[in-house]
């Protein structure tokens, strides 16, 4: 398993943007998927997006299209969310997975980081 570290997390304006970040602790990340999920107060953790190992195909949930943006660097072991147009229901713990290409269940997670979105 590979280790995770997300950051850029914060409090933000409905409207507004943040760009979460995602370092991986080896190089094999540029080998795994990516995901990224959350959990809001008294809520199921959810799927948010997905990247293959290579970044050439994406899938987000329905409540994020067209506003949230996952890509990854995979020179830099680092994968990103770039989450624009927030809503105040975009609030909650989000937090960072990954999967080696054999298996169909992501393994490895980070800590989570809080994102906040004030109406």
């Known amino acids: 398993q590979v280790q995770l570290v997300e950051s850029g997390g914060g409090l933000v304006q409905a409207g507004g943007s943040l760009r979460l970040s995602c370092a991986a602790s080896e190089r094999t990340f540029r080998s795994y998927y990516m995901g990224w999920f959350r959990q809001a107060p008294g809520k199921e953790r959810e799927f948010v997006a997905q990247?293959?190992?290579?970044?050439?195909?994406?899938r987000y949930a329905d409540s994020v299209k067209g506003r949230f943006t996952i890509s990854r660097d995979n020179a830099k072991n680092t994968g990103y969310l770039q989450m624009n147009s927030l809503k105040p229901e975009d609030t909650a713990v989000y937090y960072c997975?990954?999967?080696?290409?054999?298996?169909?269940?992501?393994?490895?997670w980070g800590q989570g980081t809080q994102v906040t979105v004030s109406s």
């Open positions: 997975a990954a999967r080696s290409k054999a298996t169909t269940s992501f393994g490895s």
């Open positions: 990247i293959t190992w290579t970044g050439e195909s994406t």
